[in-house]
């Protein structure tokens, strides 16, 4: 074991290639970056056998020897959270190098929708290797154009940690690695804080999650304007930031740009948006080896969507091969041409963001927005537009689906729903549009007739923002499925 301690890093690795090609590692070609990772992947594999646990698992499935090839690599299995938990909770019996031997940081999730308690171990070492190559590529591809000019330029985020969750220690590892930035670590803040932290001379980014973004709205209503004008960038964790909110936001404060920071306490970060008007995500280069994956854990053809797939390549000695995060993505063309050589992706909701009909899954996020294109083509309102948020509430024993939207002029819209749809319009509407919420791999599995046998009834429900109707989770964030019944 002592000898995983003193091999070379991965961070090591990508310098000394940045050396020979004289050129960044993220601007390296493609070919030259697969191979140095698959490298990586085969050192992992040998130092992960060298655990009994890990040995057990990958012999298991067949794998007794390094992978010499990608599509081999495909034959490690795949890891849950619940392979986590097993492996890094209690005795942690999946690390390579004991807890006795110091320098490593406990993790914990605060995102489990089991609400069991979720830990992963990193050593320190290696976190910061990962910090300072996510924060480096961050301030390169994602912020210089946004801070810009000869002012002191700031990055806030209003992620904190308590009761063990780590969100704000992994994320602010990376802020705090971004050149040239001054990092502050605000937590929840109120409108004179955030008035407070705005009047610093200089440029702003703020990071938070999507509820957290949402709200800088109306922290901000009351807020000079040279303040607001100086907010450039605000960056949502993962999930989606109605368009509402982002209206609202683009309204008060001028110059802003809205991107996703896509990541997870067990990988700080996936994919970062670096286009506003396009909402594919780039990973860091180096920082994970990415897979999109069908059910057979082979990854699905660009334009396909898939599961998410880790692996850290800084993770010597506590490994975690291969882990599903609960999110879907849809695999994009990598970038190619001069500058940045990376991976796209494009998120596409939760796992668990799945319509339950019977025998049939259909995706919510695409149920959604084919609610919304018949709602505009009805003429009865652009959900899209006015909603502050929305959830599916699928009461499986009833039969019944509601979609809950919570806007402003409640009364307003139900009746104008009630009027224009019928008494059994808001039915047809939802048998219409479902069809269209079938994977590519279903299409034609239901149509409205078949949907309409299943015996579901459909609703759609305008609620008050903040309603209680709609379920938040403890940090405030709003799933878009919730299963009753």
């Given at each position: ?8 890093s ?18 390296i070609?493609?070919?030259v ?7 990586r ?91 300072e ?17 000869t ?12 009761q063990?969750?780590?969100s704000?220690?992994m ?6 690695q ?14 004179p ?27 901000g ?9 100086s907010?450039?960038?605000?960056l ?6 109605p ?7 683009q309204a ?5 740009a ?6 997870a ?42 599961e ?7 993770a ?15 695999r994009r ?32 996020a695409?149920?959604y ?8 083509a009805?003429?009865?309102?652009d ?78 429900k ?12 403890a940090?405030?964030?709003?799933p878009l499925?919730?299963d009753?019944?």
């Open positions: 074991m002592e000898a995983v301690t003193v091999l070379p991965f961070a090591s690795k990508m310098r000394e290639c940045e050396r020979v090609c004289q050129t960044l590692y993220s601007e070609p493609h070919e970056q697969d191979a140095l990772v698959q490298r992947l085969q050192q992992m594999v040998n130092t992960a056998m060298l655990n009994p646990l890990w040995r057990e698992r990958l012999r298991g499935a067949g794998v007794t020897s390094a992978p010499t090839t990608y599509e081999e690599w495909q034959r490690v299995p795949l890891s849950d959270k619940d392979v986590q938990r097993d492996f890094f909770m209690d005795t942690r019996p999946g690390l390579v190098v004991p807890l006795t031997r110091g320098d490593f940081e406990v993790v914990a999730s605060g995102g489990t929708s089991g609400g069991r308690p979720l830990e992963v171990v990193y050593a320190l070492r290696e976190l910061r290797d990962t910090y190559i996510a924060g480096r590529f961050m301030g390169a591809y994602q912020l210089a154009g946004h801070l810009a000019g002012d002191p330029k700031w990055l806030f985020t209003t992620l904190a940690d308590y063990m969750w780590s704000g220690t994320v602010g590892g990376v802020l705090q971004v050149p040239g930035v001054n990092y502050v670590g605000a937590g929840p803040v109120t409108a804080v955030l008035e407070h932290m705005f009047s610093y001379r200089g440029p702003k980014a703020l990071m938070g999650i999507s509820a957290g973004i949402a709200i800088l709205a109306e922290l209503a009351g807020m000079r304007q040279e303040y607001r004008e907010f450039r960038v605000a949502y964790g993962s999930g989606v930031l368009h509402r909110k982002r209206v609202e936001l008060l404060y001028p110059n802003l809205i991107l996703s920071y896509f990541a306490t067990q990988a700080e970060t996936i994919g970062l948006q670096l286009d506003a008007a396009s909402p594919y995500l780039s990973s860091v280069p180096g920082l994970h080896y990415i897979e999109i994956v069908d059910e057979e854990g082979r990854p699905v053809p660009e334009g396909e969507e898939g998410l797939v880790v692996t850290r390549l800084h010597h000695e506590a490994p975690l091969l291969r882990l599903k995060l609960g999110d879907r993505m849809i063309p990598r970038t190619e041409g001069p500058g940045l050589k990376t991976q796209q992706f494009e998120f596409a909701g939760r796992t668990g963001d799945v319509l339950h009909i019977n025998d049939s899954q259909y995706s919510a695409r149920a927005t084919a609610v919304c294109d018949e709602l505009k009805a003429d009865v309102v959900l899209a537009e006015v909603a502050h948020d929305v959830q599916f509430v699928n009461f499986r024993e009833g039969k019944t689906i509601t979609l809950f939207a919570a806007v402003d002029d409640v009364l307003g819209l139900t009746y104008r729903s009630d009027a224009v749809l019928g008494p059994y319009g808001a039915q047809q509407l939802f048998v219409n549009a479902l069809p269209r919420a079938l994977s590519l791999f279903n299409h034609g599995e239901a149509n409205a007739a078949s949907i309409e046998r299943t015996g579901y009834t459909f609703q759609l305008f609620v008050p923002r903040l309603s209680a109707e709609i379920e938040r989770t940090v405030g964030k709003v499925v919730r009753r019944g």
